[in-house]
């Protein structure tokens, strides 16, 4: 069994208040959730206006699994419509 950790850092040039990041992020984690069957939260920057760092954990049979599922995890957001922009990502193996 393997256990992988995703780290998001997202840029948001267009929020203005905590409750647009909310609106921004929402529909953002639902979909990463229901689509990919992964654990996410917001886990840093969560009184910065134009950035957030999400985590994103998986577990999967084998290390290859959990990596690539990832992978597509972080492509998938890098694709997103939405109005957060993929900074830089992270994949991180914990077991």
Known sequence: M?????????????????????????????????????SVCEAD????????VLEVVCVSQNSALAHRHLQDVARCVERWRGDA????????MLG
């Open 2 to 38: 393997a256990v992988a950790l995703l780290t998001l850092e997202l840029y948001l040039p267009m929020n203005d208040s905590l409750k647009g990041k909310r609106g921004i992020l929402k529909p953002l984690i639902a979909h990463l959730r229901k689509d990919f069957n992964v």
């Open 45 to 52: 920057a969560q009184d910065v206006l134009t950035r957030a």
């Open 85 to 92: 922009q993929l900074v830089d990502y992270t994949i991180e």
